[in-house]
């Protein structure tokens, strides 16, 4: 690593946005680059951390949840319950529905998440399991098509505060082609009492991470845009076995839930019912759902 290196790196730092806007200065890490997915997916799959996963007791407990839910909705005739569960990863939710009886689609961009996803059903031995690799914020319509009737959409995770409002409102319009009237969408969804308003930075020296292999200086900054209603955090990793700083942002959208209600319904779910978290293990990490109606 030459002394030019790190003046340019910390040059870009200096002259970065201050403070960084949501959705202009940087959109979504990129979960669909194959190295990147391969970090993540070691977090996805670490049962001692709810941090972008969860522990197979609290997946069971929002499995049963969710069964005892569609207990109470008419049964499709001539054929099983069908589920269509966006953002699937790797199959932390598809494959313990499917096994509860249920048919499931899942859909996801990140390809090593997708290809363990499919391992888990193969070795399931599970043929009520579909995994698609598609982006979520550009479904194309023959897709949608080729899902046949979905009875219930989920979302899990609070991933759906990850997209600009106008970009959840059209993935959720696409998909709702696919639910007949009164199927449900199900949403767990970060609460705006739950954003931070503050702006704040921090800086540790990592190990490995999901942005790197290998020790590095791991920069992050945190502004929250009461006009977008919405957050940014910037991660700056800079990495002196390759020499390089990389720049990766993650946002998220706020609403209350009122206005929750109100952009489902713009994407034809209405009678949204909002519940508590399942389990309550821990606000920062699992959050309440919304439950709403395809309307026709």
Known sequence: MTDAWIRDALRRIADRPRPPRPWRDGRQIPWNDPEFSRRVLSVHLDPSTHMASRTPDVIAEHVTWLRELLSAEPPPVGRPRHVLDLGCGPGLYAVP????GLRVTGIDFSPAAVAHARRLAADAGLDSVAILEADLTSLASDLIDRLGPVDVVTFWFGEFSSFPPEVARAMVSAVAAAVPADGLLVIEYQPWDLFPRENSTSWSVAEDSVFATG???????????????????????????????????????AYTDREL??????????????????????ERFEFPMVVARRRL
């Open 215 to 253: 020790p590095h200086l791991w920069l992050q900054e945190f502004a929250w845009d009461e006009e977008a209603r919405a957050e940014i955090t910037v991660h700056w990793i800079l990495d002196p076995a390759s020499g390089r700083l990389d720049r990766y942002a993650q946002c998220h959208q």
């Open 97 to 100: 529905l499917a096994q509860a």
């Open 261 to 282: 209600a109100e952009l489902l319904a713009a994407a034809g779910f209405d009678r949204a019912r909002f519940f508590p978290p399942i389990t309550g293990v821990d």
